[in-house]
């Protein structure tokens, strides 16, 4: 398996390596958990785990600086992104703490067999894979409905971000948790494919690679147990011929640049209405050149390192092999000359449909910009990919831009605004970015029993 460290992205030094859990350390973590859900704890009042949530939000916040150097230390995240993802992730606790009560409360249905409800139930003990880029978020939006609900959960965090995994576990042991309820693992891929083939595991969550999502997917449904996934994107950022173009712009390069790129919802290929095409390009290129590459500690560092050299050499390949298909280089397109693993703000354009990149994920900063005539042909460009997450419309005209947002085919659409992640929105996509949704209203009720009760009239 491959070793879990920590490896400082900006210094590519090595900072701690930590040893990988036994069969016998997971053995024992699967029964505790195991055993709580069978205990008082999972099966009694909502109301008991509750206000773990909350002191859990307390706990993010007042440690947030704490966490946010440890995030930006382990992958490469600009110090006040990692800030900003500690403030999400209080507001996600929180938000389970203050609606979970509501979300599953009986639903009652009309029957001409007398009275009828839907109760909510935990199922069992959950497994969670999550990834690097989001290294606090990725864990508390499974991990605090799974406590609402009843839940225990084993997570199964990146090996490249185990000091995160490490301070997520002991805080949420501190909000008051009991053993079992969330447990970090150091594991393989195997040693997750034995979990889900346990029959005290009923379910899997997975964030991450469409390769791990599709062998974590097979494994789920050859032993019958509830599978989410949230995978890769390729989303779309349009921009029509009546839009705000300066606005339009300055947010596209965030969008494309936050996180130096590796977001699964930044915008990625950006779909220009040619009678602004010109315009708009100028103003994004600017932005985009316009960085400051640097320390993630520094404030005045605009875009920090990839994650890892691994991250950084395949973003080199793929523009490579882009340019050598036929693909534009208008300006970028190698890794920076410099200490940390850094690649330059990219632009390509001319991508033709049987080159490679037309449906690939550039998981950093590369930005691809196709041009088109008219909305119809937004659309069909928009739904000719592989993936279906997110993808933003920038438009003068609501309705306009509404309608186009209803033709793409992806979980999400945002108008005027990059695609963001709030504790009450249902976050999620189709084809092969996933299925099943988190947070909001619908992500609570992915892994619960859904029990109808029916009292004979």
Same mark, same amino acid.
């Given at each position: 398996?491959?070793?879990?460290?920590?490896?400082?992205?900006?210094?590519? &030094?090595?900072?701690?390596?930590?040893?990988?859990?036994?069969?016998?350390?997971?053995?024992?973590?699967?029964?505790?958990?195991?055993?709580?859900?069978?205990?008082?704890?999972?099966?009694?009042?909502?109301?008991?785990?509750?206000?773990?949530?909350?002191?859990?939000?307390?706990?993010?916040?007042?440690?947030?600086?704490?966490?946010?150097?440890?995030?930006?230390? =382990?992958?490469?995240?600009?110090?006040? &992104?990692?800030?900003? =993802?500690?403030?999400?992730?209080?507001?996600?606790?929180?938000?389970?703490?203050?609606?979970?009560?509501?979300?599953?409360?009986?639903?009652?249905?009309?029957?001409?067999?007398?009275?009828?409800?839907?109760?909510?139930?935990?199922?069992?003990?959950?497994?969670?894979?999550?990834?690097?880029?989001?290294?606090?978020? &990725?864990?508390?939006?499974?991990?605090?409905?799974?406590?609402?609900?009843?839940?225990?959960?084993? /997570?199964?965090?990146?090996?490249?971000?185990?000091?995160?995994?490490?301070?997520?576990?002991?805080?949420?042991?501190?909000?008051?948790?009991?053993?079992?309820?969330?447990?970090? /693992?150091?594991?393989?891929? !195997?040693?997750?494919?034995?979990?889900?083939?346990? =029959?005290?595991?009923?379910?899997?969550?997975?964030?991450?690679?469409?390769?791990?999502?599709?062998?974590?997917?097979?494994?789920?449904?050859?032993?019958?147990?509830?599978?989410?996934?949230?995978?890769?994107?390729?989303?779309?950022?349009?921009?029509?011929?009546?839009?705000?173009?300066?606005?339009?712009?300055?947010?596209?390069?965030?969008?494309?640049?936050?996180?130096?790129?590796?977001?699964?919802?930044?915008?990625?290929?950006?779909?220009?209405?040619?009678?602004?095409?010109?315009?708009?390009?100028?103003?994004?290129?600017?932005?985009?050149?316009?960085?400051?590459?640097?320390?993630?500690?520094?404030?005045?560092?605009?875009?920090?390192?990839?994650?890892?050299?691994?991250?950084?050499?395949?973003?080199?390949? !793929?523009?490579?092999?882009?340019?050598?298909?036929?693909?534009? /280089?208008?300006?970028?397109?190698?890794?920076?000359?410099? !200490?940390?693993?850094?690649?330059?703000?990219?632009?390509?354009?001319?991508?033709?449909?049987?080159?490679?990149?037309?449906?690939?994920?550039?998981?950093?900063?590369?930005?691809?910009?196709?041009?088109?005539?008219?909305?119809?042909?937004?659309?069909?460009?928009?739904?000719?990919?592989?993936?279906?997450?997110?993808?933003?419309?920038?438009?003068?005209?609501?309705?306009?831009?509404?309608?186009?947002?209803?033709?793409?085919?992806?979980?999400?659409?945002?108008?005027?605004?990059?695609?963001?992640?709030?504790?009450?929105?249902?976050?999620?996509?189709?084809?092969?970015?996933?299925?099943?949704?988190?947070?909001?209203?619908?992500?609570?009720?992915?892994?619960?029993?859904?029990?109808?009760?029916?009292?004979?009239?």
């Amino acid at each position: 398996m491959a070793a879990y460290s920590t490896i400082n992205p900006f210094t590519e &030094q090595l900072v701690k390596t930590y040893p990988p859990h036994t069969p016998e350390h997971v053995e024992a973590a699967l029964a505790k958990a195991d055993a709580l859900y069978r205990s008082d704890w999972s099966r009694g009042p909502m109301a008991n785990r509750l206000p773990i949530l909350a002191k859990l939000a307390d706990l993010l916040t007042e440690r947030s600086e704490t966490l946010a150097k440890a995030a930006s230390t =382990e992958m490469g995240k600009l110090i006040q &992104q990692s800030r900003d =993802e500690l403030k999400i992730c209080a507001g996600i606790a929180r938000y389970y703490a203050e609606k979970a009560t509501e979300f599953l409360k009986p639903v009652p249905y009309e029957t001409s067999l007398g009275e009828a409800w839907v109760e909510h139930h935990p199922i069992g003990v959950l497994v969670a894979v999550e990834p690097w880029n989001f290294p606090f978020y &990725q864990l508390v939006r499974v991990v605090a409905p799974a406590i609402a609900v009843g839940n225990p959960i084993l /997570l199964k965090h990146s090996e490249i971000v185990p000091h995160c995994a490490e301070l997520f576990e002991a805080l949420v042991r501190e909000a008051g948790a009991p053993d079992g309820a969330c447990t970090n /693992l150091y594991i393989s891929n !195997q040693q997750v494919s034995d979990l889900i083939g346990d =029959e005290r595991i009923q379910g899997v969550a997975l964030t991450g690679s469409e390769r791990a999502g599709s062998a974590v997917a097979s494994r789920a449904s050859e032993k019958l147990k509830k599978s989410t996934l949230e995978l890769g994107g390729n989303d779309v950022f349009i921009v029509l011929d009546d839009a705000d173009i300066e606005k339009a712009a300055e947010v596209g390069a965030m969008a494309r640049l936050a996180n130096a790129g590796q977001v699964c919802t930044a915008a990625k290929r950006f779909v220009l209405h040619e009678a602004i095409a010109d315009r708009f390009l100028d103003a994004f290129s600017a932005w985009m050149k316009g960085v400051t590459l640097g320390d993630p500690l520094d404030p005045s560092t605009t875009l920090g390192p990839l994650s890892s050299k691994g991250a950084l050499d395949r973003l080199e390949k !793929q523009v490579e092999a882009a340019v050598a298909k036929g693909a534009t /280089l208008l300006f970028g397109g190698k890794a920076a000359d410099r !200490q940390g693993y850094f690649y330059e703000p990219t632009i390509l354009t001319g991508i033709a449909r049987d080159n490679p990149a037309f449906y690939e994920e550039f998981f950093g900063p590369v930005a691809q910009v196709y041009v088109v005539g008219s909305d119809d042909e937004i659309v069909e460009l928009a739904n000719d990919s592989h993936f279906g997450l997110g993808g933003s419309v920038f438009a003068g005209d609501i309705s306009r831009a509404k309608a186009l947002a209803s033709r793409i085919e992806t979980g999400m659409v945002f108008i005027n605004t990059a695609t963001g992640s709030m504790p009450e929105l249902p976050f999620g996509g189709i084809k092969n970015s996933g299925f099943g949704r988190e947070l909001g209203d619908l992500g609570i009720k992915e892994f619960v029993n859904k029990k109808l009760v029916v009292v004979a009239g």
